[in-house]
């Protein structure tokens, strides 16, 4: 899939997205803080072919070879209250399992950044914000064959689910339709949004541990709440997790 594609699919972004090709890029992430922090608008869409720092959260690598993977960020400037924008990762995460879905794939939400199909990671989400702006950092696995051995075993892309090379420009096209969707629902119609999120859940009723910023936990996920937290039962009671970290599925 060359640049032209990624271009032409461009033309038919829903609004207000615009796209800006760079061959390379440190991080996208960090590019599109700086453009925001000079006034760039609402809705740029900066696509890296190659990220020579590519970031996950805690600030892990993030793995994206060249013309395989799509990695890209998107700069929001949100006018709902700052206290929903954590909401905005769960729309993604939406959007993208969506958005794989129409290439005929099944994706499951693994709250709150990642996306999986079957029991492995197939994108993560990187949001990050600033005073009056938000970068919204997407890794997805296209066509990768091939991981690096330290995540071999839990990561996977569309093209070893789907036994096929999928349209990076189609797919990027889909995120956004689908995005541009779930992002107007964060405030007053959340409730849609979590419906949908409940129903790719693939923690609920698992026994996980993660670690809170009040320490590590271990319990069963009973859900998600209207909110968007995690519900999770703890020998100490229900506790409801607004963000969690190195959230892992045990053996029941
Ligand atoms: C994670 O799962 O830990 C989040 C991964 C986010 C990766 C994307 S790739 C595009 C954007 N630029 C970055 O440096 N990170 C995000």
């Not at 271009?7 to 972004?13: C, L, P, Q």
């Not at 207000?16 to 996208?28: D, K, M, Q, Y």
């Not at 206290?83 to 399992?97: K, Y």
């Not at 990187?126 to 009056?132: H, M």
């Amino acid at each position: 899939m060359s640049r032209e594609d990624l271009s032409t699919a461009a033309a038919d972004f829903p609004d207000p997205f615009r796209l800006l090709i760079r061959e390379s890029a440190e991080s996208t992430n960090d590019e599109v803080r700086i453009l925001a922090q000079a006034g760039a608008p609402e809705g740029l869409v900066l696509l890296a072919e190659q990220q020579t720092a590519g970031r996950g959260r805690r600030g892990a690598a993030w793995f994206s070879p060249t013309g395989e993977s799509l990695a890209f960020s998107i700069l929001l400037r949100p006018q709902e209250p700052k206290s929903l924008w954590p909401r905005l990762a769960l729309a993604t995460g939406l959007a993208v399992a969506e958005a794989i879905g129409t290439c005929g794939l099944e994706a499951g939400i693994k709250w709150p950044n990642d996306v999986w199909i079957g029991q492995r990671k197939a994108a993560g989400i990187l949001v990050e914000a600033g005073a009056d702006f938000a970068v919204i950092g997407i890794g997805l696995n296209v066509n990768t064959n091939e991981f690096p051995p330290e995540v071999a075993g839990i990561a996977t892309s569309l093209r070893m689910e789907g036994s096929r090379v999928f349209s990076r420009a189609d797919v990027l096209a889909a995120i956004l339709r689908k995005f541009a969707n779930r992002r107007r629902q964060i405030d007053a119609d959340f409730g849609t949004l979590i419906f949908a999120v409940r129903q790719r859940c693939v923690l609920s009723g698992n026994r996980v541990s993660l670690t809170t910023a009040c320490g590590p936990r271990t319990g069963i996920v009973e859900g998600i709440s209207d909110g968007g937290e995690l519900l999770l039962r703890t020998d100490a009671g229900l506790e409801r997790l607004i963000q969690a970290d190195e959230v892992r599925l045990l053996p029941t």
